[in-house]
């Protein structure tokens, strides 16, 4: 590419390269806390993060492929991480599942479940065929695609938003309200079910969105363990985050930088095992956290049923 | 105004192993105060959380004219939210999409002097002292003016001086046609601001009377069935050091103590009295070790010549029972062996010795008279009083060296606060050195060796048992000379 002259060359070049991949890596880890924030802050400990966005991101490229349109693989992730978080907020409110069984129950469903589908639908195990991406043309000077730029920008106007809601709203009150006392919040003469259900749901259309990026904004298909842990990094996103939807989006910033680091160093090390390098977003997850504990409070009916 | 404005009759429930509510009619008319009253357990916060229809009965019917508010005995507030988001949980006042937040808290400010229940709307509840919380989960009933309003013993953890002005925004309320049901254990206030008095036991209402036409005394005795038992006696004891607290400086600027100096010794009991807010808080969590602090808290470690062990035994009745005190979701014999599982008679190698500890919980139960269905339902069901009961006991039973008692008596009827102070002048007589922390002026009256007076964080005055004074005290305590 030429007339980006100073993204190219030395070190700033290698500085703005390294900020504009961490904000790709961030992404998706953005979604899934956000959707993670959300669910735990009305009192659900939502595990099940990773299988939300791997039935996003499995739909999406369905979709993707089947219509051949990108924005519509896109609508298919949100919709899809929607219906599971629906399955999974029945679960746990009108059924009273366990929290964390249901949540573990949701991860072996979508994992498992794409898999199948891959066979039923691609007649191949493993990966999709390649599909449509949500938008793949290249943006000048930024090393993205559209497709990218765009839900990079929307996964940071979410994090906004979701601030604004929780804090500023009525409804947002209601939900933390929930999830630190539902009796509370039913002595108020509202039901606090109602507001668990719409956060679980809301928190399955975040987590299918952020799927959705991986498989057709990232990349152009769908392959088993695309999330990669994703998920779980996410949940430890927002404890590092203290369950707020700002703290939440940059400890999936700091997240995603390792993950970003993990190609630069690779460029620059060539002898280092690709394996090692591999864990460092994990390992940075398990640091952060074990740095967290003691500081900071899950809200206070968090993994309670009512 | 002759047709009731909330109509029981024939109300009924049972509890597995109690039938809390056996047969109630109860009237209430708009415009009236109407006093509930009777022993822990009687059944009063089923039959209120009934008539607000929060509970099935299993019999009866419940007619209700008009909107139900119910303040709950136990709160139910949310910890981590601020005053205003508590009273106006649901009913946010809003601009656009979002809550307007400048006239929610001009809402609560209004609504608080109106009714003379000071507060601070941007406060975070988990911060205020009980007796504040108290005030909040009041306004958040007031806000809503219901047209039949239920308090199940609203004034438990209220100061004296912030009683009277309650009730005066109770009388009001009622003036303007409100239908009130208050659920107390304390007496001269169903003489002073009530109408008409209903007395419960073991389910049924026992008497019911107009107000004018009864006193303190029959109340009670319906209450219990009988005489109320006599406090014990003080015994001659000749104190030994065990407490020795010197320039404690603890909490916030606010709230905490600022330089205090107390010596408890073993065979008395100190009184601190004070109105709520000035440091009882921080002073209790001070010594309890739950809360930094500046200065030195020293316990004697030879206490008593009887005991060699060289550890002091120190237990603590704490001021809120469900923060602080008990697990609810345990059984009777977990609680009454929590904090206490290492003692030779309950532990046994590694394990707990099942047997003893439901033998100790049993002593436990009937010594302090706590009233359950058995040992092994969850403490969650028993009745707020017998929680208290069970609380006092797990703290008594032992006899330490020394008992901080943070209104021991909190929500308990007359009879059994007669048992309980009586246990802490036993435990007293018997060598134990005993921090009694009360809002009640006649409690630390009744109880107390010497007495303390606590305002704005620091010792205002002391006096001993022989001298007492109980107007010059009460000056001290409104932070005059
Ligand atoms: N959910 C429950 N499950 C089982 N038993 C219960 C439950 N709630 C109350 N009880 C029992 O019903 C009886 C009446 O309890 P209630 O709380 O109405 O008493 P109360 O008169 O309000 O006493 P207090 O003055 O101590 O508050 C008690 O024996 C109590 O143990
Ligand atoms: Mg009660």
Known sequence: MSGCGFVESGFVGLVVSLVLLTLVKSAPIVYAALGGVISERSGVINIGLEGLMAAGAFAAAVASYSLHAGWVGLLAGIVAGAAVGYVFALAVTKFKVDQVVAGMGINLICSGGAAYGLVLLFNQPGASKTVPQLASANVRCLNMNAGELVLVVLAFLLAIALHVVLYRTPWGLRVRATGENPLAVKSAGLNPLRFRMLAVITSGALAGLGGAFLAIGELNLYSDGMTAGRGFIALAAVIFGRWTPLGATGAAVVFGLFEALQYWIAGQVAWLPADALAALPYVAALVALAGVTGRVRAPAADGVPF | ?481
């Open chain 2, 1 to 481: 105004m002759s047709t009731p404005a909330l109509r029981l009759r024939g109300i009924r429930k049972a509890f597995p192993g109690v039938v809390a509510v056996d047969g109630v009619d109860l009237d209430l008319t708009a415009g009236e105060i109407h006093a509930l009253v009777g022993e822990n357990g009687a059944g009063k916060s089923t039959l209120a959380a009934i008539a607000f229809g929060e509970l099935h009965p299993d019999a009866g019917s419940v007619e209700s004219n008009g909107t139900v508010g119910l303040v709950h005995q136990h709160f139910e507030l949310v910890g981590r939210l601020n005053v205003w988001q508590n009273v106006l949980l649901g009913r946010e006042p809003r601009r656009g999409w979002r809550i307007d937040a400048a006239a929610a808290r001009e809402r609560v400010r209004a609504l608080s002097k109106a009714n003379e229940l000071d507060i601070d709307p941007d406060a975070l509840v988990e911060d205020l002292p009980i007796g504040a919380q108290q005030r909040v989960e009041l306004l958040r009933e007031l806000e809503r003016d219901p047209s039949i309003l239920l308090l199940d013993e609203p004034t438990a953890a209220l100061a004296p001086a912030e009683i009277d002005g309650f009730f005066a925004s109770v009388t009001q309320l009622a003036r303007r046609g409100t239908a009130v049901l208050i659920v107390t254990h304390k007496l001269q206030e169903v003489i002073a601001y009530s109408a008409r008095v209903s007395v419960m036991r073991r389910g049924r209402i026992v008497a019911a009377m107009p107000t004018a036409e009864t006193s303190v005394d029959e109340i009670a005795r319906a209450m219990v069935g009988g005489e109320l038992p006599q406090i014990a006696q003080r015994a001659q004891t000749t104190p030994r050091p065990c407490l020795t607290v010197h320039a404690l400086q603890a909490g916030s600027a606010e709230s905490g103590v600022t330089g205090i100096d107390l010596e408890v010794r073993g065979g008395e009991i100190v009184g601190i009295a004070g109105v709520e807010g000035n440091g009882q808080t921080a002073l209790a969590d001070a010594i309890a070790g739950v809360l930094p602090y500046r200065g030195s808290v020293r316990f004697t470690p030879e206490l008593s010549p009887k005991r060699e062990r060289s550890r002091v035994e120190t237990s603590v009745i704490p001021q809120d029972r469900h923060v602080e005190g008990l697990v609810l979701n345990f059984s009777i014999v977990e609680n009454a062996v929590l904090g206490r599982q290492n003692r030779p008679g309950i532990r046994r190698g590694v394990l707990l010795d099942r047997e003893k500890a439901r033998e100790d919980a049993q002593a436990i139960v009937e010594r302090f008279d706590v009233r359950a269905a058995s040992l092994d339902v969850k403490v969650r069901t028993l009745s707020g009083g017998n929680q208290q009961k069970l609380l006092v006991g797990r703290a008594l039973i032992d006899q330490p060296h020394f008992v901080l008692a943070y209104n021991p008596t909190r929500g308990i009827d007359v009879g059994a606060a007669a048992l309980v102070q009586s246990r802490l002048i036993e435990t007293r007589n018997a060598g134990t050195a005993v921090l009694l922390i009360s809002f009640d002026l006649d409690e630390i009256l009744a109880l107390a060796d010497r007495i303390c007076v606590i305002y704005r964080g620091a010792i205002a005055g002391r006096f001993d048992r022989a001298n007492v004074e109980r107007a010059a005290i009460g000056r001290l305590m409104a932070g005059s000379q």
